[in-house]
């Protein structure tokens, strides 16, 4: 299965994007759903995931409160609502089948398909 994620910007500070992550070539549901991000010199972080019927989300520390995640399985969608933006937010998002969860009370998430499945991910820009 391929996922392209799309809807990224440019936003000042506090504002919101919505962005989508379809999949072609197969079903997303019956899969968990995860959005990860990078910004240029830092790691991939694991940011939200979705469960697959859309009834259990779970969210890093750094979104939480902010970022929404939500599902849509008839279109095969995926939703990331992002609100009160920071420019730390600024990144290129990606999202992924995975399996996700929380670990020591820290949020995880782990691939089922390798990188190059992911699409290019869209780009977030938060202005300061």
């Known amino acids: 299965v391929q996922l392209q994620a799309s809807g990224g910007g440019l936003v000042p500070t506090g504002g919101s994007l919505k962005l989508s992550c379809v999949a072609f070539g197969s079903s997303l549901d019956p899969y968990a759903t995860g959005w990860f991000r990078q910004a240029p010199g830092k790691e991939r972080e694991a940011v939200l995931c979705?469960?697959?019927?859309?009834?259990?989300?779970r969210y890093s520390d750094s979104v939480k409160g902010r970022f929404t995640v939500s599902r849509d399985n008839a279109r095969n969608t995926v939703y990331l609502q992002m609100n009160s933006l920071k420019p730390e937010d600024t990144a290129i998002y990606y999202c992924a089948r995975v399996r996700c969860g929380y670990k020591d009370g820290n949020y995880y998430a782990e691939a089922l398909d390798s990188y190059d499945y992911w699409g290019q991910g869209t780009q977030v820009t938060v202005s300061s």
């Open positions: 979705i469960s697959p019927s859309g009834n259990l989300t």
